[in-house]
C-alpha cells in the first residue's frame, strides 16, 4: 500500500512509520522541515518537504494514496486555537476530496468531544470516504515538559503556597503534568505514543464502510500513582501531582502570555480530565490497553532527566 504520514518524525509518526516499512508499504512522510528529509529517507521512506497549511502541497502529495494519516500540530502562537485546528482541518478536507483519498485516519484526543475549543472531528463529516477518529488518552511523553519542574522542588509546592508556586512554575515556563488543574488523586489514563503508532498502523488497513472513533490508552491509574512511578524512576519517589483550580492554571496561563484562548482550551481540556467525564467516556468505549506500561517508559523518562 501507498501510505501517507503527517506529522513529520514526531512522538507518534516516527514510531507509525518504522511500523509500516517493516511491513513492507510505501510510506511518504510529510514534514515542513527541510533538515528532517535524510533522518526520513534512512527509515526507508519518502519525504514530501511543506506544509499543511498549502492545500496544493497536500493535494498533490495525497494524490494516489491509499491511506492518509493526519494529524493537526499545536501551536502556541494562534491568538485563536480552535480557528487554527478548524482552518488546518478544512484544508485535509479539501485536499482529500480533490485527491480522491478513500482510507483517512485523523487524529483527535480523547476529551476532544469535551472541549469546545478543541474539537475539530465535525470538519471532516463531509468527507465520502472511511474515517476512523483515534482518541488517545493522556500522551507519556507529556511528563518530559516536567523536568524542570521536578528538579526545582521534587515534593511539588513544599516550599511555597500552593498559589504563588503555580503562578511562579507557569510563569517561568517549569509547567508540566506534575501541576495542573487536574491532578491528585484523579484517575487519567495515559498512552504511549508507541501504543498509538501501533493503534494507526491497524486502522490503515481497514477499510469500515462508516466512521468509526478508536480511544487508545495504555495504562489507568491516579496522578499520584503515576507521579510516584516517574519519581522513583529519577529518585524522588515522594514526588506529588499538585491539583490548581481553574481560576489560578488560567491566571497563570494568561500571565505566562499563552494566547488568552489556548489558555482557555487547556483550562477546560484538564477541567474535563479532573471532573471523571474523559475517563467515562473511554470506560464506555472499552478499548483494548496497549502494551506498554508507565514504568517501562519511565526508564526512558529517566535517561532524558539525568541527561539534561
Same mark, same amino acid.
Given at each position: 500500500?501507498?501510505?501517507i504520514v503527517t506529522g513529520s518524525l514526531g512522538n507518534i509518526s516516527k514510531p507509525l512509520t518504522e511500523i509500516l516499512v517493516a511491513q513492507g508499504h510505501l510510506v511518504t512522510v510529510i514534514s515542513s522541515d527541510p533538515k528532517?528529509?535524510?533522518?526520513?529517507?534512512?527509515?526507508?521512506?519518502?519525504?514530501?518537504?511543506?506544509?499543511?497549511?498549502?492545500?496544493?502541497?497536500?493535494?498533490?502529495?495525497?494524490?494516489?494514496?491509499?491511506?492518509?494519516?493526519?494529524?493537526?500540530?499545536?501551536?502556541?502562537?494562534?491568538?485563536?486555537?480552535?480557528?487554527?485546528?478548524?482552518?488546518?482541518?478544512?484544508?485535509?478536507?479539501?485536499?482529500?476530496?480533490?485527491?480522491?483519498?478513500?482510507?483517512?485516519?485523523?487524529?483527535?484526543?480523547?476529551?476532544?468531544?469535551?472541549?469546545?475549543?478543541?474539537?475539530?472531528?465535525?470538519?471532516f463529516d463531509d468527507l465520502n470516504t472511511s474515517l476512523t477518529i483515534m482518541r488517545p488518552a493522556s500522551f507519556y511523553t507529556n511528563f518530559y515538559q516536567s523536568i524542570d519542574l521536578i528538579k526545582g522542588k521534587g515534593l511539588?509546592?513544599?516550599?511555597? =503556597?500552593? %498559589? *504563588?508556586? #503555580?503562578?511562579?512554575?507557569?510563569?517561568?515556563?517549569?509547567?508540566?503534568?506534575?501541576? +495542573?488543574?487536574?491532578? !491528585?488523586?484523579?484517575?487519567?489514563?495515559?498512552?504511549?505514543?508507541?501504543?498509538?503508532?501501533?493503534?494507526?498502523?491497524?486502522?490503515?488497513?481497514?477499510?469500515?464502510?462508516?466512521? =468509526?472513533? %478508536? *480511544?487508545? #490508552?495504555?495504562?489507568?491509574?491516579?496522578?499520584?500513582?503515576?507521579?510516584?512511578?516517574? +519519581?522513583?524512576?529519577? !529518585?524522588?519517589?515522594?514526588?506529588?501531582?499538585?491539583?490548581?483550580?481553574?481560576?489560578?492554571?488560567?491566571?497563570?496561563?494568561?500571565?505566562?502570555?499563552?494566547?488568552?484562548?489556548?489558555?482557555?482550551?487547556?483550562?477546560?481540556?484538564?477541567?474535563?480530565?479532573?471532573?471523571?467525564?474523559?475517563?467515562?467516556?473511554?470506560?464506555?468505549?472499552?478499548?483494548?490497553?496497549?502494551?506498554?506500561?508507565?514504568?517501562?517508559?519511565?526508564?526512558?523518562?529517566?535517561?532524558?532527566?539525568?541527561?539534561?
Amino acid at each position: 500500500m501507498k501510505i501517507i504520514v503527517t506529522g513529520s518524525l514526531g512522538n507518534i509518526s516516527k514510531p507509525l512509520t518504522e511500523i509500516l516499512v517493516a511491513q513492507g508499504h510505501l510510506v511518504t512522510v510529510i514534514s515542513s522541515d527541510p533538515k528532517k528529509q535524510a533522518a526520513i529517507e534512512t527509515l526507508g521512506a519518502v519525504p514530501a518537504i511543506g506544509s499543511i497549511s498549502d492545500i496544493a502541497f497536500l493535494t498533490k502529495t495525497f494524490q494516489g494514496a491509499d491511506a492518509v494519516y493526519a494529524m493537526i500540530p499545536l501551536s502556541f502562537t494562534e491568538p485563536d486555537i480552535g480557528d487554527y485546528l478548524r482552518r488546518m482541518a478544512q484544508n485535509y478536507v479539501q485536499a482529500l476530496q480533490q485527491a480522491g483519498s478513500k482510507r483517512v485516519i485523523i487524529m483527535s484526543g480523547w476529551a476532544a468531544d469535551l472541549v469546545r475549543g478543541e474539537n475539530i472531528e465535525d470538519v471532516f463529516d463531509d468527507l465520502n470516504t472511511s474515517l476512523t477518529i483515534m482518541r488517545p488518552a493522556s500522551f507519556y511523553t507529556n511528563f518530559y515538559q516536567s523536568i524542570d519542574l521536578i528538579k526545582g522542588k521534587g515534593l511539588i509546592g513544599k516550599f511555597l =503556597t500552593l %498559589r *504563588y508556586f #503555580g503562578l511562579w512554575a507557569l510563569l517561568t515556563g517549569k509547567t508540566g503534568l506534575l501541576m +495542573g488543574n487536574y491532578g !491528585g488523586d484523579d484517575r487519567v489514563v495515559f498512552v504511549s505514543p508507541k501504543d498509538i503508532a501501533e493503534a494507526v498502523a491497524e486502522e490503515l488497513l481497514l477499510h469500515p464502510d462508516h466512521t =468509526t472513533i %478508536r *480511544y487508545v #490508552g495504555s495504562e489507568e491509574m491516579s496522578c499520584n500513582e503515576a507521579a510516584k512511578t516517574i +519519581g522513583s524512576a529519577v !529518585g524522588k519517589p515522594w514526588l506529588k501531582w499538585v491539583l490548581l483550580s481553574d481560576k489560578e492554571m488560567l491566571q497563570g496561563l494568561k500571565m505566562a502570555k499563552v494566547p488568552e484562548k489556548l489558555a482557555e482550551t487547556l483550562v477546560e481540556m484538564q477541567a474535563a480530565m479532573h471532573s471523571g467525564r474523559a475517563l467515562e467516556n473511554f470506560h464506555q468505549n472499552k478499548p483494548k490497553m496497549g502494551k506498554v506500561k508507565l514504568a517501562d517508559f519511565a526508564k526512558e523518562f529517566s535517561m532524558a532527566y539525568f541527561q539534561k
